[in-house]
């Protein structure tokens, strides 16, 4: 368990050390969002390696030619610098006789409490939850004797990305003395972002008037001001931000409406206080987690791991703005670009799809909304129908995947990344999304608008990229399976079974696929010739054609690395083709997507051959082979695959989360608690319930919606409670025996 960083079960998460060296941790998970605008938890005052980060939700931008679009890192809006009779104030300073920085995830309040030799301080912050334009900052500091504080805060947009700057100059302004404005575009997607500050000073309460200097300087404004304070006297700092865009969804797209929006909305939230505006986004965290919460009891550090990964999963989207996908890292840092992968359609939508519905609908629709982009991707290449990109990142950015990586052991170059041009199952699994949305939610209003169609689109790409051959066998070459290990494979099981999927699907709905292009013909053709490996004399699945062919290799140095990817200390991409070692979860996931394709002996056998030769160097992995475990009755494992996965971003490593959180693994946590442990899946039109809890677990309670239905669940060792909240009847499958729970019933 990491050292540093500690948990309790009543929603708080404390670092009781500052880690100087390695800050990023900290910055990282205490990140506090709302789904549209995030901030990482840098501190105010600045320490060497901090990554101060500030997003807006689809703020994209190309910094350069030779590069790809990411999320923009925005003006830095925390910085507050702080002097005593001329001495800046730091950790360093004098010292520390006592320090805890805490994030309450029940209402994403951010507090640190720092008590040094002369004076204590108090940080708090907030990004709304209310009002998603807003963060919130105060800091209060009390000295024991009389002292002159003086006081340097403003807006810095000197911040880049790692050294890519995205911003012009801009226009910078200040107002009243305290309300300072920078307005500034982007490079190459001409987006502007607006962000104001106004600081406000109170003495023992009283808010008094601050002769406060203006410095503008390089891409940076900055408020100067200086006070006395009197011993025993607390002086509080309180600093609103406001941070608009041409992007946002409500306004027409200029600047200068952004300009005027922001002028308009920040005119009522700077003159309301601090506690008022952290009570209405508190108020709004309160129903969040009344949806979402799941509480476990006999585990404390279950209960408060689950909740991290919920909080988490809270703040990487609003599900507002139907333009936005959620990045492999949230927005909690500049991983992977902010870009969205397959790890939203298959790793967090079961957790929006059954909590908030709406969100699961949302990001679906971002895929719609990227339609066109994905069917000019399918004709560049020659194809038909919709290709989506592997990395997605604004609607019409279409492929991003950079195209170099890590280093290269043999060649001493840097890795050319292949998966943008050939990780291709990420069009079978929106699809597969799609459907899966469908059943839990029923939402016929979704599908006849969108669902059906994106279905027809990727099928239509499918069946015009199957390659046939002289025996009348469909099959596909040429692909990364989601084992990244393993590039140029032919016929991958996950992905062929997941294209199969998408066929089945597009036939079964041709009627209502209201696509003008859709070949019937074809697609059938491609639904009934594809390959689909099947189990050998022992049950295996081939991963590819020619696996079984590949040699084995001693894993055991890599599986108990510290760090992911060591692998590649020791061979390149070309040498581990040869080998039968995968990075993550592939045939496995079979098991779980499309478990009932499968025998359970099948499943079985699968897990026992391929857990052993995987490295789980992505954080894709480790969820998975929870739920597979737990299905095939391995219950010890399953267990302590969720330990690990709970402690992915939580565990001691410093470095793991450094450039954000996994996404996909918080999603994962969720679904080993609660599809996992419970055992709950949608079968055969009835949510099936079939618990097998883990032993440290006295119970379990959480809510579901299904079928448009609020079902609030508590589940003991050997008792199944289930109240259905909603007005309507579901069919529930409760350990295999069906029942009808009419609305506000219990069983
Ligand atoms: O999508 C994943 C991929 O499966 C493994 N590498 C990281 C990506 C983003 O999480």
């Known amino acids: 368990m990491n050292s540093h960083i500690t948990y309790s079960d009543d929603f708080m998460i404390k670092e009781t050390r500052f880690e100087f060296d390695n800050p990023s941790k900290t910055e990282s998970l205490f990140t ?18 901090q990554k101060r980060d500030m997003f807006v939700n689809g703020v994209f931008d190309k910094a350069m030619d030779d590069e790809v679009s990411e999320i923009a890192n925005l003006p830095d809006i925390i910085n507050l610098e702080l002097y005593k009779n001329g001495k800046r104030i730091c950790l360093h300073s004098s010292p520390v006789l006592s320090y805890e920085r805490t994030l309450d995830i029940s209402d994403g309040l951010l507090t640190r409490k720092i008590r040094q030799e002369g004076h204590s301080l108090t940080y708090e912050r907030f990004v709304s939850m209310a009002e998603r334009h807003l963060a919130a900052q105060r800091v209060r500091f009390t000295g024991s004797e009389d002292c002159t504080i ?67 300087k390089r891409r940076a404004i900055y408020l100067r001001g200086s006070i006395d304070v009197k011993a025993g006297s607390e002086l509080t700092i309180c600093k609103l931000s406001c941070i608009h865009s041409s992007r946002d969804a409500e306004g027409d797209g200029s600047s200068d409406d952004a300009l005027r929006r922001s002028r308009e909305e920040r005119e009522v939230l700077f003159s309301r206080s601090f506690d008022d505006l952290m009570a209405d986004s508190s108020a709004v965290w309160k129903r969040l987690w009344e949806n979402c919460d799941v509480k476990i009891t006999g585990n404390e550090r279950d209960q408060a791991l689950v909740r991290f990964a919920l909080y988490h999963l809270l703040i990487m989207t609003d599900g507002k703005d139907d333009r936005l996908g959620i990045g492999a890292k949230g927005l909690s840092g500049e991983g992977y670009k902010g870009h969205s992968f397959w790890d939203t359609e298959i790793f967090l939508l079961p957790f929006y799809q059954f909590t908030q519905p709406e969100k699961a609908e949302a990001l679906l629709s971002y895929r719609w909304n990227c339609l066109e982009s994905a069917r000019k991707k399918a004709a560049e290449h020659g194809f038909r129908g919709a290709m989506f990109p592997w990395e997605s990142a604004w609607i019409d950015d279409g492929e991003t995947t950079p195209l170099w990586g890590g280093a290269d052991i043999v060649t001493g170059t840097a890795m050319k990344i292949l998966t943008g041009e050939l990780e291709l199952h990420v069009t079978a699994d929106i699809a597969y999304a799609v459907q899966a949305y469908y059943e839990t939610t029923g939402d016929d209003t979704f599908m006849n608008e969108k669902g059906y169609r994106l279905i027809g689109e990727t099928a239509m790409f499918w069946a015009s990229f199957i390659q046939w051959d002289e025996d009348g066998s469909g099959h596909i070459r040429n692909v990364i399976g989601p084992d990244e290990y393993k590039e140029h494979v032919d016929d991958n099981a996950y992905t062929n079974y997941m294209v199969h999927h998408n066929l089945k699907l597009a036939l079964r709905y041709k009627d209502r696929i209201g696509m003008k292009d859709f070949d019937e013909g074809l697609v059938r053709k491609a639904e009934e010739g594809l390959y689909l490996p099947q189990p050998d004399e022992n049950g295996i699945i081939e991963q590819f054609a020619g696996y079984h062919e590949l040699m084995d290799l001693d894993l055991s140095k890599y599986r108990s690395a510290d760090v992911v990817g060591t692998i590649y200390e020791d061979y390149n991409m070309d040498q581990l083709r040869m080998y039968k070692v995968s990075k993550q979860a592939d045939t496995l996931l079979l098991f779980i997507l499309l478990a009932h394709d499968f025998s359970p002996e099948t499943a079985k056998a699968n897990y026992d051959y391929y857990e052993g030769r995987c490295l789980h160097d992505s954080s894709l992995s480790r969820g998975t082979h929870c739920l597979i475990a737990e299905r095939t009755g391995r219950h010890e494992e399953a267990y302590r695959f969720f330990e690990e996965g709970l402690l992915t971003d939580f565990g001691s490593s410093l470095k793991s989360s450094a450039e954000g959180i996994h996404s996909a693994c918080m999603g994962s946590i969720w679904q080993d608690a609660v599809p996992g442990f419970c055992g709950i899946e949608v079968l055969d039109g009835a949510l099936s319930v079939n618990p097998h809890l883990p032993p440290s677990w006295d119970s379990i309670a959480f809510r579901l919606f299904y079928q448009g239905q609020r079902l609030h669940f508590s589940i003991a060792k050997e008792k199944i409670g289930i109240v259905n909240e909603g007005s309507k009847a579901v069919r529930l499958k409760i350990r295999g025996e069906e029942k009808i729970l009419e609305g506000g019933c219990e069983i």
């Open 32 to 49: 506090q969002s709302n789904g549209y605008l995030a901030l990482r938890c840098s501190t105010e005052e600045a320490y060497c390696f």
């Open 150 to 216: 003086s006081i340097i805060t403003g807006i810095d947009g000197q911040e880049t990305n790692m050294g890519s700057q995205h911003f012009h100059e801009g226009v910078m302004r200040f107002f009243n003395l305290n309300e300072l404005e920078m307005a500034s575009r982007t490079v190459s997607s001409g987006v502007t972002a607006v962000i104001s500050s106004s600081v406000k000073i109170l003495l023992d309460g009283k808010e008094i008037g601050m002769k406060w200097a203006v410095d503008i």
